[in-house]
T-cell receptor
C-alpha cells in the first residue's frame, strides 16, 4: 500500500522567514495530495491541495509543488507569521474522495 | 461554515468495555470516514462508508470495530471490547458526493479515547 514520509518532524523559523516541508510517497497511482493544518486542540483543516496534472499551485503565502517522477511534493510558506504555528500534515490519495494516507506531521513554530 | 462535529471530545473507558464514538457529518455530505492517530504516530485510515455500507476498510478495522449511520445525521464508530492499544485520537471526516476529483474531506476535531 501507499506510504508517505514527511520531513522535518519539527521546524522552527523566525517570523518573516520561509518554511518548507517535504513529503515523499511510494504509490505512483496516487494523484491527489492535500495539506492539512492542525492548530492545538482544533480540527485538521485543508489549506491547499494539488492534483497530479499540475506541478505547482499557489494560494497567497502558501504554495505546493509536485514532482511526479521523483514522487515527492512540498509545502512552502513564505513570510511566516506567528499564526502559522501549527502541525502540518501531508497526505496522498488515488482520488480526492478516497482514503488518505498521511505523513507523520511537521510541528512548525514561528518565533516572533 | 459547516463543520463535522464529534462527541465526546474525550472518552475514558476500562479495557474490555464497549465504546461508541459519535460524529455528525456536514449535512449535505454522503461519504464518511474514520481515521485514528495513536500518540506519536501517523494518522491512519480505518474505514469509509457510503450509501449505508462500508466502501473500504483497513486491516486495523477488524471484527471489534463497526460503523453505523443510525439516523439521518449521526455516524458512529463502535469498538466492542476495547484494548489498551485502542487508545488514540479518532477523527471523523466527511465529503460531498459527485465528482470524486473535486471533493475534499472535512475533518472533525476528534475524540480522544483513553483505555485504562
Amino acid at each position: 500500500g501507499e506510504n508517505v514520509e514527511q520531513h522535518p518532524s519539527t521546524l522552527s523559523v523566525q517570523e518573516g522567514d520561509s518554511a518548507v516541508i517535504k513529503c515523499t510517497y511510494s504509490d505512483s497511482a496516487s494523484n491527489y495530495f492535500p495539506w492539512y493544518k492542525q492548530e492545538l486542540g482544533k480540527r485538521p483543516q485543508l489549506i491547499i491541495d494539488i492534483r497530479s496534472n499540475v506541478g505547482e499551485k499557489k494560494d497567497q503565502r502558501i504554495a505546493v509543488t509536485l514532482n511526479k517522477t521523483a514522487k515527492h511534493f512540498s509545502l512552502h510558506i513564505t513570510e511566516t507569521q506567528p499564526e502559522d504555528s501549527a502541525v502540518y500534515f501531508c497526505a496522498a490519495s488515488k482520488a480526492a474522495g478516497n482514503k488518505l494516507t498521511f505523513g507523520g506531521g511537521t510541528r512548525v513554530l514561528v518565533k516572533p | 461554515e459547516p463543520e463535522v462535529t464529534q462527541t465526546p471530545s474525550h472518552q475514558v473507558t476500562q479495557m474490555g468495555q464497549e465504546v461508541i464514538l459519535r460524529c455528525v457529518p456536514i449535512s449535505n455530505h454522503l461519504y464518511f470516514y474514520w481515521y485514528r492517530q495513536i500518540l506519536g504516530q501517523k494518522v491512519e485510515f480505518l474505514v469509509s462508508f457510503y450509501n449505508n455500507e462500508i466502501s473500504e476498510k483497513s486491516e486495523i478495522f477488524d471484527d471489534q470495530f463497526s460503523v453505523e449511520r443510525p439516523d439521518g445525521s449521526n455516524f458512529t464508530l463502535k469498538i466492542r471490547s476495547t484494548k489498551l492499544e485502542d487508545s488514540a485520537m479518532y477523527f471523523c471526516a466527511s465529503r460531498e458526493t459527485g465528482q470524486v476529483y473535486k471533493n475534499i474531506q472535512y475533518f472533525g476535531a476528534g475524540t480522544r479515547l483513553s483505555v485504562l
